[in-house]
């Protein structure tokens, strides 16, 4: 895996990946950016809550969930000081769809944290983490 991230102008940056797909980056305009697109710790978030959404949904659809709709929405803390490293990530999960099973989705959500999602893993020691997930009936 690799990526390579080329400054394009002021704090803006192209980062592309091995599968030849890009992501722009920008900073904060205290800081010289023009705020085009979302900060590097952003990414960071969305990539832990893409990782885990994919085995969530995965493992829900082996379960045979009726699921219409997921959604992660990950919040974080981060420390005061440089170099300002996340301190607390929580993750809440919305499941969507008709007579999903709360012990499927309880399950799903716990193999994603403790062994499948590599993000959430990469993170683990450095911020300390709590997840809660709710169910809304389609």
Do not use: W
């Not at 969930?65 to 490293?85: F, I, M, N, Y």
């Amino acid at each position: 895996m690799e990526a390579i991230v080329k400054l394009v102008d002021g704090m803006r940056f192209v980062a592309d990946g091995t599968t030849g797909h890009s992501i722009v980056m920008d900073g904060d305009p205290e800081f010289g950016g023009a705020d085009t697109a979302p900060r590097p710790t952003e990414l960071v978030l969305m990539g832990l809550g893409g990782c885990t959404a994919m085995d969530v949904i995965s493992i829900l659809r082996k379960k045979r969930q009726d699921v219409k709709g997921l959604e992660v929405v990950v919040r974080a803390k981060r420390a005061e000081s440089h170099p300002k490293k996340f301190t607390e990530i929580h993750l809440e999960y919305i499941v969507r769809g008709r007579s999903i099973s709360e012990e499927a989705v309880k399950r799903a959500v716990q193999l994603s944290m403790d062994r499948y999602c590599s993000v959430k893993a990469s993170l683990e020691g450095v911020a300390g983490f709590t997840y809660n997930y709710r169910i809304e009936e389609e």
